[in-house]
């Protein structure tokens, strides 16, 4: 595997037995080798956390909550960058979460994740933590189940308003920073940002980078509110209609969706989705994405995932 020892990588045996076997971790790691050097590498990885805002995280002006939570928390940023999510993306970044993500979820995923930047910051620990910095991040960053979230949370204290829009994600151990750096990005921006990390000092452009993320998404941001976004699809579906002289053969099926969705209830999506088209309506697009993330059946059950996150406790404590 190279140089490091897994038991500075994760704690968890099958995390190990599946990246082990896997390109993206391989190459983030062979990269992270051959950048930081042998003797660096370890005291990079404990030291350094991935935290993304997502592209709901980013629309709804989370960014700045977010800098102040982890200046808070004894990090600083160490490198920045600009990130345009594709399908494959999210899908191999999840692969050993959403286990038996339904068709419905995968479909609003895709509108969420389409719809605007994302941006990925390299956060620097600050020395005599305990933890491992992606581990430390990961137990601050909070739950993506609103009922498992504690108070105090990153994700409880930004109003994540339901699963899907969970507006930023972290790396749970270095394991996962290495791989989630061989997904993301090309080799050359991959070792572009681990020199960034040996370099020690936030470079000029990242931090007009992170500027410039802060002066386009200024506060309230957008709604990511159910009723928000729901008002505006019917607008839109209102709209269609009357530029076609009144309800048309589609419209019976999209308004019955929406009366469903105002009580309350899940509605299949792609079906939903396809009538809205056949109707001519054209919502905004992240209007159409949040509506999805409140009214979707999000996993087909009786699917666990394939890895969950160790106990962090584990981390202070010898492995087997």
């Known amino acids: 595997m190279g140089t490091l020892d897994w038991s500075e990588l994760t704690r968890s045996q099958k995390k190990q037995e599946l990246y082990a076997r ?21 005291v990079v990885l404990r030291e350094t956390a991935l935290l993304m805002l997502k592209p709901d995280g980013l629309a709804a002006a989370r960014l700045e909550p977010v800098l102040k939570f982890v200046t808070e928390h004894d990090f600083e940023v160490a490198a920045v960058r600009d990130f345009r999510f594709e399908g494959h993306h999210w899908r191999e970044l999840w692969r050993y979460q959403l286990t038996s993500a339904t068709l419905d979820r995968l479909a609003v995923n895709d509108l969420i994740l389409g719809s605007g930047p994302a941006l990925v910051l390299l956060l620097r620990s600050g020395p005599g933590h305990e933890l491992p910095a992606t581990v430390r991040m990961s137990t601050l960053k909070g739950s993506a189940t609103l009922e498992a979230q504690r108070p105090g949370t990153l994700r409880s204290l930004l109003g994540q308003p339901n699963r899907v829009l969970s507006q930023l994600h972290v790396a749970d151990e270095p394991a996962d920073l290495l791989r989630e750096l061989g997904l993301l990005f090309g080799e050359s921006a991959r070792r ?123 981390w202070k404590r010898a492995t087997a």
């Open 22 to 42: 896997e390109t993206w971790f391989r190459e983030g790691l062979r990269d992270a080798e051959e950048i930081l050097g042998p003797q660096r590498l370890p």
């Open 192 to 314: 572009d940002l681990y020199a960034a990390l040996a370099s020690g000092d936030l470079a000029p452009r990242d931090k007009a980078t992170l500027d410039r993320a802060l002066r386009d998404h200024p506060a309230p941001g957008r709604s990511l509110a159910l009723a928000d976004a729901l008002r505006a699809v019917t607008e839109a579906v209102d709209a269609a209609e009357a530029g076609t002289g009144g309800p048309g053969p589609a419209s019976a099926g999209v308004r019955d969706a929406l009366a469903r969705m105002e009580r309350g209830e899940r509605v299949a999506w792609r079906p939903f989705a396809a009538g809205l088209k056949a109707l001519g309506a054209r919502p905004d697009r992240w209007d159409l994405a949040v509506l999805g993330t409140y009214v979707i059946e999000y996993d087909e059950p009786g699917h666990p995932k394939v890895l969950t996150n160790p106990d962090p406790q584990s």
